[in-house]
């Protein structure tokens, strides 16, 4: 499968700091979108990027699509405990590997 | 109304069993899938469907078989419950499958996921 490689795998906060994960792909991307999993959940879109170097913005997160298509950033400002979740990008059928983010308050 | 429902929640069962979790999408999409997430969070597709057609298998074992008796519905039938089967499986619908855009293979359609089915393997 065409799986693209997320990092980090986990990352842990304090409320208040700044996040980032990141998603990358050996091959060009026709579109990438962004998912969501609360704990016990089950992942939420978030977004969708399609175009070269495109950048969207949902209140505190940042999302960007790499001009070369074949990375992408998702960066959310100054954390708060509602942020705890696993953040997914995903391609075709298939998704990263995830970032799981924990929030310290 | 719940879009996409998954029956059942939890499903605790031995090892050898043969179990069904059963998906329905009331969202009218052509599109169903069937995911696969463990312990490490890690989600793997493992089918895709298309009005009742069978567009993606990814390598799974044989004693796993979806049926789709209308494009409404994905059931995915485990035969030989096995340890390792042991995860969350997760029901997913898009609109439509993913088609080849103009670079960079298929573009993804939004998928709408249902609330999963917690499988545990004794």
């Known amino acids: 499968g065409q799986q693209v490689m997320q990092i980090p795998q986990y990352q842990h906060v304090q409320e208040g700091e700044d996040f980032t994960t990141y998603c990358n792909s050996s091959?060009?991307?026709?579109?990438i979108q962004w998912y969501k999993q609360r704990p016990g959940g089950h992942p939420v879109f978030l977004i969708q990027l399609v175009k070269s170097g495109e950048v969207k913005k949902q209140k505190r997160l940042t999302f960007q699509f790499g001009e070369a298509k074949k990375n992408s950033s998702l960066h959310i400002t100054a954390t708060q405990t509602t942020d705890v979740g696993t953040y997914f990008c995903g391609n075709q059928f298939y998704f990263g590997t995830g970032t799981s983010l924990t929030v310290i308050p | 109304d719940t879009a996409v429902s998954q029956t059942p929640k939890y499903l605790v069962t031995q090892m050898g069993n043969d179990k069904s979790i059963k998906c329905e999408q009331n969202?009218?999409?052509?599109?169903m899938y069937w995911y696969k997430q463990d312990s490490k969070k890690f989600l793997k597709i493992m089918f895709s469907y298309n009005n009742k057609e069978l567009i993606i298998n990814e390598t799974v074992p044989n004693r796993f078989s979806p049926k789709s008796p209308d494009k409404a519905h994905l059931n995915l039938h485990i035969n030989s419950l096995e340890l390792g089967d042991s995860a969350v499986y997760f029901c997913a619908s898009s609109q439509h499958t993913p088609t080849f855009g103009t670079s960079g293979g298929a573009v993804r359609e939004t998928q709408y996921f249902g609330p999963g089915t917690r499988l545990l393997v004794l």
């Open positions: 969202l009218g999409h052509d599109t």
């Open positions: 091959t060009t991307l026709s579109n």
